[in-house]
Nanobody
């Protein structure tokens, strides 16, 4: 499985962006998926994640109430709607998936080690 993430760019403080990540494959609907971000000099951190069936979503405290993760299984795509962006949201954003059958019904994966496939990052820059 290969992932492709799109939608990064430059936006002003308080602005919005929507990231998308497509994962080709007929079994997409059972994958746990997540968004992470990595700012310069920092570790890669969880932003948001969805369970394998898409019924449960979790967010980091830093983005809760501002970011929304959604998935459209018919399009094999997840989205990250980012509103009220702040300069501290500046980072490279990565999507990831866990395609193990054993975790289909598990809670959203909030740690990097729980994912086995990563997409290339898309850069988000929020200017003050």
């Amino acid at each position: 499985v290969q992932l492709q993430a799109f939608g990064g760019g430059l936006v002003q403080d308080g602005g919005s962006l929507r990231l998308s990540c497509e994962a080709p494959g007929s079994t997409f609907r059972r994958y746990r998926m997540g968004w992470f971000r990595q700012a310069p000099g920092n570790e890669r951190m969880i932003v948001a994640a969805t369970s394998g069936r898409g019924t449960v979503r979790r967010y980091s405290e830093a983005v809760k109430g501002r970011f929304t993760l959604s998935r459209i299984n018919g399009q094999n795509t997840i989205y990250l709607q980012m509103n009220s962006l702040k300069p501290e949201d500046t980072a490279v954003y990565y999507c990831a998936l866990d395609d193990r059958v054993s975790t289909t019904n598990s809670d959203p994966a909030m740690h990097m080690y729980e994912y086995n496939t990563w997409g290339q990052g898309t850069e988000v820059t929020v200017s003050s």
